[in-house]
């Protein structure tokens, strides 16, 4: 079955940073890209950023671009996103998300606040 | 970008009865490739979203054949024939025809009258 895991989520004031994981198995995490999307309490989805599968090629959305990083690595069939510079506005509850959005982790809750 | 719209952005519907939402998108999502990567998610109170319909008709295993979705170019509809309890939750669309980016509907919230 595929299972992916996310952690690294928490308090953190305006300004710090946080650095999440999501650990995948059930399927060769080597082969294929992987999605962050975030969800604002009580808001929609957010699609956020996406690394192809040899960590190459990135995207950001503009409202995080310069301030979130996401890498991988595949011999331990994780993916990150390292958030920095955080802002009260990038409290959601963050998701990794599967090359075609078939899978989802449950998501970790980042809480930007002083 | 993309824009993604839904409506209605709430449907009260009575059990049993049937629903329908539709999304319309800024520009057509037939990709270079001849598939129209539209997709539609459910996401149940307190879940992450779930898969239900991928290349705007295509259902994921598991999911209940009263959940059917149809359309082309820009206009899209996610139909429920019968609406059951574990139906109710908020409905997004979204594409991955043109990237970057992917983007979502603004969400329909489904609930029982």
């Known amino acids: 079955d595929v299972q992916l895991v996310e952690s690294g989520g928490g308090l953190v004031q305006p300004g710090g940073s946080l650095r999440l994981s999501c650990s995948v198995s059930?399927?060769?995490?080597?082969?294929?890209?992987m999605h962050w999307v975030r969800q604002a309490p009580g808001k929609g989805l957010e699609y956020v950023s996406a690394i192809n599968p040899d960590g190459l090629k990135t995207y950001y959305a503009d409202s995080v671009k310069g301030r979130f990083t996401i890498s991988r690595d595949n011999s331990k069939n994780t993916l990150y996103l390292q958030l920095s510079s955080l802002r009260p506005e990038d409290t959601a509850v963050y998701y990794c998300?599967?090359?075609?959005?078939?899978?989802w982790g449950q998501g970790t809750l980042v809480t930007v606040s002083s | 970008d993309i824009v993604m719209t839904q409506t209605p952005l709430s449907s009260p519907v009575t059990l049993g009865q049937p629903a329908s939402i539709s999304c319309r998108s800024s520009?057509?999502?037939?990709?270079?490739?001849?598939?129209?990567?539209l997709s539609w998610l459910q996401q149940r109170p307190g879940q992450p979203p779930r898969l239900l319909i991928y290349k705007s008709s295509n259902r994921l295993s598991g999911v209940p054949d009263r959940f059917s979705g149809s359309g082309a170019g820009t206009d899209f509809t996610l139909k429920i024939s019968r609406v059951e309890a574990e139906d109710v939750g908020v409905y997004y669309c979204?594409?991955?025809?043109?990237?970057?980016?992917?983007?979502f509907g603004q969400g329909t919230k489904l609930e029982i009258k």
């Open positions: 059930g399927f060769t995490f080597s082969n294929f890209a």
């Open positions: 979204m594409h991955a025809t043109q990237f970057p980016p992917y983007t």
């Open positions: 998300v599967t090359l075609s959005f078939d899978y």
């Open positions: 520009q057509s999502l037939v990709h270079s490739d001849g598939h129209t990567y």
